[in-house]
Every structure is written in C-alpha cells, then in structure tokens.
C-alpha cells in the first residue's frame, strides 16, 4: 500500500480523518457544524460541512463515499456518491447527505458522517476508431449472463 503525503487545514475542533483499522481503505470524516444540529426529515439532503481544506498532489482526487451503518441503520446517504474533490480545489469540504430512511436523523458537529478514500486517476487520450475489438460479452448489456 502507498503512502502520501497531503497537506490539510482543519477550521474545526474535530479530528483529522483517520482510518479505523489498519487495512481500511476510506478515513471516517466528521460534520463540523458550529451553529448547531442539522436535521433531515425523510427525502430531505443538506450540505454537512467539515472544516476541512486539503491540497491533493496532481494526478489524485479524493472519494467521498457514505458510511455503511449509516446507510443501513439509517438510510442516510451522499447523493452525488462518490463524490470527488479535485485535486486543484481548496475550498471546505462539504458532504451532501440524505436522508433515504422514514424517520428523521440530527446530525451533530462531530458525527462520523461520511468515508473519504485518496484515489490515483489518469487522464484520457481519445483514439477515435470506427470499430472496437470483439470479446465473448460484445454488447451483452443488464442482466445478460442470468437472474442466478
């Protein structure tokens, strides 16, 4: 597993994000609300803030991607997931949560609301062709290879 280096400004009084267990791949990160509790009835979303600021080399982004037990527990959810920072933004970090459950949930400054996964990409060269190579899926789409 590779290790980076990544610069990061916390504005909250939380904690950096850190990985539960040795072999996680995502860092819990938490909500930085100062002026209080967010509620979200059923359906509702509300951008979460996190006070947090970070300068990713190039070539990275970060991955924001929901909470398991939250999802299950409580049906809450990102809607954009995953959602990407990129490596050229510097702004808060904010966490577009919903609320996919049938009752409401308070999200408190300090709650583990969300993973953040630090992802190397690539970038695409496009090769026009008006053709591409056979393979044994071809254009088998949903569902093709059976129910079971």
Known sequence: ???????????????????????????????????GPVTLKPLERALIPTGLRIQLPSGYECQIRPRSGLALRHGISIVNTPGTVDADFRG?????????????????????ICQMVIKQYSHVKWEPVRKLDETKRGEGAFGHTGEN
Not at 6 to 25: G, H, M, Q, R, W
Not at 92 to 111: A, C, P, Q, Y
Request: charged share 30%; hydrophobic share 40%.
């Open 1 to 35: 597993m590779d290790r980076i280096e990544i610069k990061v400004v916390n504005d909250s009084n939380n904690p950096l994000p850190e990985y539960e267990t040795f072999e996680a791949a995502g860092m819990d990160v938490r909500a930085w609300l100062p002026d």
């Open 92 to 112: 808060d970090i904010g966490i577009i949560l919903i609320n996919l459950g049938s009752e409401d949930f308070t999200v408190n400054s300090g709650d583990r």
